[in-house]
Nanobody, 125 residues
Framework: QVQLVESGGGLVQAGASLRLACADS????????MAWFRQAPGKEREFVAA????????NYADSVKGRFTISRGNTKNTVYLQSNSLKPEDTAVYYC??????????????????WGPGTQVTVSS
């Protein structure tokens, strides 16, 4: 069973960097397509970035292109989100998501059946 756990959130000033991590504590045998979504107060959850099971294909929201980088770790089903040049509008709860099988790393929330509890990122101006 996939059990995703995020870490690395915190309170930073605008322009700073954070590295979020997500690991599958369920130790599933398959390799999953993984993604990051975020939800700001009073807003709907939105796509941030996704990466294929092999790590060869990535997909980013326009709002984070050039600032955020998604990558896979050496441990199976571990993924990172390097977030640079953070802005106050990046403030949100960041969620890790995963789906099994070989798929293009989609931006569609409904394509991901597995979710972590989230980690808070707060960027002050």
């Amino acid at each position: 069973q996939v059990q995703l756990v995020e870490s690395g959130g915190g309170l930073v000033q605008a322009g700073a960097s954070l590295r979020l991590a997500c690991a599958d504590s369920g130790r599933t045998s398959g390799t999953y397509t993984m993604a990051w979504f975020r939800q700001a107060p009073g807003k709907e959850r939105e796509f941030v970035a996704a990466i294929s099971g092999s790590g060869s294909t990535t997909n980013y929201a326009d709002s984070v292109k050039g600032r955020f980088t998604i990558s896979r770790g050496n441990t199976k089903n571990t993924v990172y989100l390097q977030s640079n040049s953070l802005k106050p509008e990046d403030t949100a709860v960041y969620y890790c998501a995963a789906r099994g099988g070989i798929f293009y790393p989609s931006q569609q929330e409904s394509n991901y059946p597995y979710w972590g509890p989230g980690t808070q990122v707060t960027v002050s101006s």
